[in-house]
């Protein structure tokens, strides 16, 4: 063959190049320009004839060189047309004689050995090939991509059937294989252009699984190509056939399943270095990824991205984003860290944000989270200025969860003001975003400005439209601080009738204590039964083979009912129902200092205190930050101080204590003043029960931060 | 396509909410007569436009596409005793998959108009009936189960790829990820339960998508943008509105621009992105392709805006993506065929 491997390749078509094109075979050359000329008069008989003449060639082979040759000076009708002069089918059908029959029926590429005449019947069918090729080029650049693909389809057809066992790797022609791994790639291109999909689903199946000998970059084209058209045509493919299947090999089943295993062999490949990278792969990756809540898979990929390909921040901050969607908080909070470090890029908006959404969660972080989003605040500017409202908001929420780390008194209430401030600093900016409206709300109440509080809920309530459950529950429970129970039962009702069944678990047993706060024990006791026909519905409707993201996900959870059922009964002084109630919530959870406390509290009820002080200290040994054990041992011990004057200092440091985490209990108040009482020291203890009173006025059934 | 319907697809007779009940076809077995009669209650209510004979020319036909968007843009569309709702009603629930493709055709409109409308209060009986007619349609369908993706593992060998690793037991390794979770029935919208509905409606409009003619895409596009609301859009951005302003009437003290906004939970999120992927990405090469194309990337865009304020990594993740896909797409540099033969100056046999 004759250097049909120029690497002289040009952008631009025939024009600029037609003066230096030559047509070469059988070690004669001749220019084209006499050629073309006989073309352009259509008179592609004397042209043919003057080819066959000048280079020696068969009337097939001269045709082939001239449908070439027009289709590359971009007259694609006039190859076209020339390609319709050739039998192509019959060509084919020779070569199929010609070709050695199939001696063993092996699927092999590789075969050993194979006469030189195989050579021969190679070069003809390469003609033939390309020149069908070409026809189907040619048919769809004239926008016939029915016909294109019935053409290219036929090349892959008679490939198969040309040489069915196969080509030997060492002598296949590289003019063949070129136009074989054209095909198979142009096939699918073409069916798609057609809207024929399912064709395009099965021509793109056929390119990978069967032996095409592609080269390593057109076969990564081919995989990503289908891997993009699997992830966004919105075309289900079936899955692939049984006969592809190799026994104990994964077999995707659905698109989504497909296209990420092509994707990630993809990125195997660019990372094994057998394939060029290719940035849109990680990008389709981590669509698919990101829509199947799979983040954490996601950051495995990432990690295996050779270096050298990000650069160390945007690989941070990329990983980030995946683990603090996976609720890995811990690791993407570290990653933020080193990407935000000064060296770095400390300015970077949306890490900054992130960063600070992260600490915002938890009350150990929220003091760092508030520096990152004061830097955001300042770093918002020009483009960005618009993302200055969400720092405030951010500012408001790490600075209103710093203000329930103990610290002093005065700090938690500077850091609560100022907590206020940046959040309606941010609803300057985002005057109707919910969210903010939320958490303003909750900011609010936590500091008892209840009016305040029932006014951003409702209108929380009214710009989501009331489809987000917390909003009801938040609004129920600003009503009962303010002592409107009947009120807050509407507001529960309402919210009920909003719900499904299954999401209706916190709403119930808010509505049970609403019931007793009202004095209705019998109402309360009816509403937990129902709860628990609910729990077991529940199991009922789920199956034994639930997986551990749907028990998380269980909305009514069954412990939380047994407990709260028991903690009902205490109320009621039904001992031996709240040990019932207990014993069952004992059974789903062993250890949780709530239920120890409960227990404490039946113990105390049947005035054995020695137990009750073992279930509360127990409930402290196992969350030291329990403020109903603080207060509960406060007040058994306060309660025997009377007579025994030395527990009085420690149940005032217990109290103090717990007051220290939860300034708004009215308990440890109340104790607090009994315990200085009892020492005499009357103008303190004046002042504690007056703060326990003026709390009882402002106490919601359940804590406000139970809403966060 | 068989005479008679399988009785199991078909939904009992429609009974909308405070209907007269007309004259139903559900007893019509016949596909054509049911077509017929579809065309003929729509000749009823779309009097601006000529509705032609057939369904498949109906999907096809611009006027009265633009006749029946333009009718349920109307202020009080959506109300229950709203004709064209009821005719949408009826028509998805004849279970054709022609007269269903008409319906969902109208879906980015009926769920955008519906979504931004919640706040307002407005009665919107007829809206709901139809995407809860679509959210049994797909619970029966696949009875309630999850869709559910196993994320392959490469340390198994699949169809794709062979690997050395210990050929383990195949099912126990695998990461599995719900991308629709169970469907319970729902006979009324409840508050709580409305983004699942729409997203479900979305779901049903996506595995359609092919079909679907561009004026719908675009439709999509602009209620998405409605939804994502301002963030900072920079104002000569914005689009010309497909969607006429009539709302910003009716909202009281909110910003008439922001008056679409809602939240967006991921169960809503996710359905949208999966359409918009489709929109932006697949087909740049036809005029109206690439109209569709820069109408979903603008959309992504205010997505995108929308994630960084809701801090939300997910949709950070997905919708940045997309926008760098697209950037990429129209890079010339990405733009090689490379099943171009090489243009050799030298011809040879």
């Known amino acids: ?708 | 396509m068989s005479d008679s319907s399988p009785n199991h697809d078909s939904p009992p007779p429609p009974s909308i909410t405070g209907g007269v009940s007309e004259p139903t076809v559900a007893n019509e077995s016949d596909t054509n007569a049911k077509c017929q009669t579809a065309l003929q209650s729509l000749s009823s209510i779309v009097t601006t436009a000529t509705i032609p004979p057939t369904i498949s020319l109906l999907l096809e036909d611009n006027a009265v596409s633009a006749a029946i968007s333009s009718l349920l843009q109307l202020p009080d569309s959506g109300a229950g005793d709203n004709n064209l709702c009821r005719w949408l009603y009826d028509t998805f629930q004849s279970a054709e998959p022609p007269l269903q493709l008409l319906v969902l055709r109208f879906v980015p409109l009926i769920a955008g108009l519906y979504l931004s409308r919640v706040p307002l209060r407005q009665p919107q009986a007829g809206f709901e009936a139809v995407l809860l007619a679509l959210y049994a349609h797909e619970t029966t369908s696949r009875a309630g189960q999850a869709v559910t993706v196993n994320i392959p593992d490469l340390s198994h060998p699949s169809i794709y790829h062979e690997s050395k690793g210990p050929a383990k037991n195949n099912s126990t390794c695998l990461n599995i990820a719900v991308i629709s979770s169970t469907l319970d029935p729902h006979g009324t919208v409840r508050s709580t339960r409305r983004a699942r509905i729409v997203g479900v409606a979305l779901e049903l409009y996506y595995g359609k998508i092919s079909s679907m003619p561009r004026e719908s895409k675009l439709n999509f596009c602009e209620s998405c943008e409605k939804w994502a609301g301002q963030n900072g859009e920079r104002e000569e951005q914005k689009p010309r509105a497909l969607i006429p302003e009539e709302e910003s009437v009716a909202v009281g003290g909110r910003s008439e621009k922001d008056s679409g906004r809602i939240p967006l939970p991921w169960e809503l999120v996710q359905p949208i992105l999966r359409i918009l992927g489709h929109c932006c990405l697949m087909g740049m090469k036809g005029e109206e392709d690439r109209e569709v194309s820069e109408a979903a990337s603008k959309a992504c865009q205010s997505l995108y805006l929308r994630s960084l304020h809701d801090i939300n990594p997910k949709a950070i993740l997905a919708t940045g993506s997309l926008l760098r896909l697209r950037e990429m797409a129209l890079d010339p540099k990405n733009q090689i065929d490379h099943t171009e033969i090489s243009s050799d100056n030298v011809l040879s046999v």
Not at chain 1, 297 to 319: D, H, I, T, Y
Request: aromatic share 6%; hydrophobic share 40%; charged share 25%.
């Open chain 1, 1 to 708: 063959m004759l250097g049909d491997q120029s690497s002289e390749l040009s952008e631009s078509n025939g024009e600029n190049e037609s003066p230096t094109l030559r047509l070469c075979a059988n070690g004669a050359c001749m220019k084209t320009t006499e050629v073309e000329a006989k073309l352009d008069e259509g008179n592609i008989q004397d042209a043919e004839s003057s080819l066959r003449e000048g280079l020696s060639l068969n009337s097939e082979e001269a045709r082939a060189l001239l449908g070439r040759l027009e289709y590359q000076r971009g007259n694609v009708e006039g190859a076209l047309r020339v390609f319709e002069g050739i039998d192509l089918q019959a060509a084919i059908q020779r070569l199929q004689v010609s070709a050695p029959p199939p001696e063993k029926p092996s699927t092999k590429k590789k075969v050993p050995r194979e006469p030189p005449q195989q050579s021969a019947s190679q070069h003809a069918a390469s003609l033939v090939l390309e020149a069908i090729y070409l026809k189907a080029k040619s048919l769809q650049k004239l926008g016939r991509t029915t016909e294109a693909a019935q053409e290219c389809k036929s090349v892959l057809d008679s490939v198969e059937k040309i040489f069915q066992q196969g080509i030997p790797d060492a002598q296949v022609d590289t003019r063949l294989q070129e136009t074989v791994s054209h095909a198979v790639e142009l096939l699918p291109a073409l069916w798609k252009e057609s809207g024929d999909y399912q064709e395009a689903i099965s021509a793109y199946r056929r390119a990978l699984l069967s032996q095409w000998n592609l080269d390593n970059e057109s076969c990564a084209r081919v995989q990503k190509d289908f891997a993009v058209f699997l992830l966004h045509s919105g075309v289900e493919a079936s899955p692939p056939s049984l006969g592809s299947q190799v026994e104990g090999s994964y077999v995707p089943r659905n698109n989504l399943e497909e296209a990420i295993l092509l994707l990630m062999i993809l990125l195997k490949k660019f990372n094994q270095g057998k394939a060029k990278w290719d940035p849109s792969v990680i990008e389709h990756l981590t669509f698919g990824l990101s829509l199947c809540s799979q983040t954490s898979v996601l950051a495995k990929q990432l990690e295996e991205v050779m270096p050298g390909v990000f650069s160390r921040v945007e690989r941070w901050n990329c990983l980030a984003l995946c683990y603090s969607a996976a609720g890995q908080t811990s690791a993407a909070v570290n990653l933020l860290r080193k990407s935000l470090h000064k060296h770095e890029r400390p300015d970077d908006l949306v890490a900054l944000l992130l960063a600070s959404k992260l600490c915002s969660e938890e009350p150990s972080l929220a003091g760092e989270g508030a520096g990152y989003a004061q830097r955001a605040v300042n770093n918002a500017q020009g483009m960005d200025e618009h993302l200055k409202g969400v720092g405030f908001r951010m500012l408001g929420l790490c600075l209103g969860k710093q203000a329930k780390v103990p610290t002093s008194d005065f700090e938690r209430s500077r850091l609560q003001s100022e907590s206020l401030k940046a959040l309606d600093g941010a609803i300057a900016f985002e005057h109707n975003n919910p969210d903010l409206i939320f958490e303003l709300g909750v900011q609010y109440a936590e500091q008892r400005n209840l009016k305040a509080a029932s006014r951003y809920a409702k209108e929380f309530i009214d710009a989501t439209g009331g489809s987000v459950l917390k909003g009801w529950r938040f609004l129920a429970l600003v009503l009962s601080a303010q002592q409107r129970f009947s009120e807050a039962e509407v507001v529960t009702d309402a919210a009920l009738d909003e719900t499904a069944k299954w999401d209706q678990g916190p709403l119930l047993r808010l509505k049970a204590k609403l019931k007793i706060s009202q004095s209705n024990p019998t109402e309360a006791v009816e509403t937990y039964r129902y709860l628990l026909a609910l729990v077991q519905a529940q199991r009922k409707s789920f199956g034994p083979l639930r997986t551990l993201s749907q028990m998380e996900e269980d909305k009514v959870n069954e412990f939380e009912v047994w407990h709260g059922l028991a903690y009902l009964y205490s109320s009621l002084s039904h001992w031996n129902d709240v040990e019932v109630c207990l014993k069952k919530a004992g059974e789903l959870k062993q250890y949780s200092a709530s239920m120890l406390h409960t227990e404490g509290r039946m113990w105390e009820g049947r005035k054995e205190f020695k137990p009750a002080l073992a279930a509360f200290l127990d409930g402290l040994l196992l969350d030291e930050s329990s403020v109903p054990c603080k207060v509960a041992v406060g007040a058994l011990l306060s309660e025997r101080g009377k007579e025994h004057q030395p527990t009085l200092p420690v149940a005032r440091s217990l109290l103090s204590d717990a007051l220290r985490i939860d300034p708004t209990n009215r308990k440890a108040w109340y104790y607090l003043g009994l315990v200085h009482k009892y020492d005499g020291r009357i103008a303190d203890a004046t002042d504690c029960f007056q703060a326990a009173s003026m709390l009882e006025e402002s106490d919601p059934i359940e804590s406000f931060s139970t809403i966060l």
